[in-house]
């Protein structure tokens, strides 16, 4: 099977369009016929990391999905700001959001906790002033 | 329960996606933060909030939401009733407060996430 993979762009601060790329990745493996537990733990990580850049990043930034026969790769980068301290960004409940955003619903500090539960593999690279990049893995059969 | 009998149960009306009212719904959940949606396992799930949001519709699709109560009386701009409709998401309004609406629930049976009372 030849590997599938698809890029899309995330704009930093548009909160109309935020979330698309994920729902589109979400589609794209119910059309594949993947469980409903490996889309559900996908798209949890796709919406998360998305989201993080429309909210905390300074630069646009690209979601990357690819489907080889065994393992789903996904990646989010953005070119900064960067975190300073992942183990606690990663924290539940830790957060930088601005009222705005949790006017919004967002900032419970919850979307990293979350992708560290979905994910069957995880790197974060983040650099300050340069950006943060966010792999993930899971496999296509559990 | 049926959607219709909870949208009665909570005096609501059906904003978006009234031709799903006789969709099942056995488990409930309440937040105003979309993130602890997504951190629960809440599948086919009511979704008790007072975010009207577009991403509310959306973080609802990729949490696999059931169907939404928005409380005290709220009624989102067009575009986000059209989303849900287009999603496929009922979207229904009831003027209770939170509390009430979770009370009101709760009493007639529906149980929380995990199924827990
Ligand atoms: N791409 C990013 N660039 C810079 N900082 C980030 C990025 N992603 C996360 N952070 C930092 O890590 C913190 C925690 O992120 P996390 O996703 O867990 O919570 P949140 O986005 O603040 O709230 P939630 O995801 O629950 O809506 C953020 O508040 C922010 O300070
Ligand atoms: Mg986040």
Redesign the pocket.
Known sequence: MASLSRTFRIQKRDFTNAGNASISVKKLLKSLNLSACVIRKVSICGY?GE???V???ATDGILAFELTEKKIFLTVS?EG???EDIET??QKG????SDEFREMG????????NIRENADSLHIDSTLGAG?VIRMEFNPGG | MELSQIAHILEARFLACERLKSEEITKAGASD???DVLAADAENALLLTGIQTIQMVKTCNIAGIGAVILIRGKVPDHDVIELAEEEGLPLLSTGLSMFIACGRLYQQGIQGLKHAR
Do not use: K, Q, R
């Open positions: 998360e989201m993080n850049v909210m905390h990043a953005d700001p960067g975190i960004a990663m830790y957060s930088t959001a967002f900032g419970a500090g919850m979307g990293l906790h943060t | 933060l979309l993130s």
